[in-house]
């Protein structure tokens, strides 16, 4: 079974300083991918950026970047530069490759950028 | 190219009234998933389908059917309503790359 864990429920950053959010995951399998999705108070959920478990770099877009420690079976988002909208949830999900390809999420954690 | 849409936005229904949630996707995807998103959590998988034809049930089907005529629509349908149902609904869709695309979603109340 697959299992996505967020500790931080909350968070707060200053406007334009540096903000971790951890994600910690648990799988036994080899071959899977790791993903971000943020979900502003409207509700959509937004494709953020994508790991996968073979990919030996790790994986950026934009402000935002992904900490990949396989060993440590953790995917850290890192959002550079925060901007007052990214204020959101962010949630942490991860996909086991072949079927279905089903997506396990966490709860989120709930990002507040301060002015 | 509008991605994936789902109808209607909002809804409110009384016990044991039915309704179809709408999903519709125009990007030729062969996957496309249901999911409900309870306040305070992540989602959750109630359906999916990998192709016109092919549904299978996710972690939470029960209360829920789905169909898949076309690769364009996947309806979600609720025939007897139940407040343990009330939530968000998102549709998503994928092609071979790992990416999920959601649509807006659903805000379902049951009264």
């Known amino acids: 079974a697959q299992k996505i864990t967020q500790t931080q429920p909350g968070m707060f950053v200053q406007e334009k300083e540096a903000v971790t959010l951890d994600c910690t995951y648990d799988?036994?399998?080899?071959?899977?991918?790791l993903f971000w999705y943020k979900q502003p108070s409207s509700g959509e959920m937004i494709f953020l950026i994508y790991?996968?478990?073979?990919?030996?770099q790790n994986a950026t877009e934009g402000r935002y970047s992904l900490n990949f420690q396989k060993a440590r079976k953790s995917a850290n988002l890192v959002i550079s530069a925060s901007q007052l909208g990214d204020s959101a949830m962010y949630f942490c999900a991860m996909s086991v490759s072949g079927g279905y390809q089903k997506v396990t999420f966490g709860i989120g954690t709930k990002l507040q950028v301060i002015p | 190219n509008a991605g994936v849409t789902q109808t209607p936005k909002f809804r409110i229904l009384k016990i044991g009234q039915s309704m179809t949630l709408q999903c519709t996707q125009d990007?030729?995807?062969?996957?496309m998933y249901w999911y409900r998103q309870d306040p305070g959590m992540g989602l959750k998988l109630i359906y999916y389908?990998?192709?016109?034809?092919?549904?299978d049930k996710g972690e939470v089907p029960n209360g829920y059917n789905v169909s898949r005529s076309t690769t364009e629509d996947f309806p979600l349908r609720l025939e007897l309503a139940a407040p343990s149902q009330t939530s968000v609904y998102f549709c998503a869709s994928r092609t071979g790359s790992d990416t999920q695309y959601f649509g807006p979603g659903t805000r379902l109340t049951v009264l």
């Open positions: 790991q996968g478990s073979y990919d030996e």
């Open positions: 990007m030729n995807h062969n996957y």
């Open positions: 389908s990998v192709g016109a034809g092919i549904t």
């Open positions: 799988t036994s399998d080899q071959s899977y991918g």
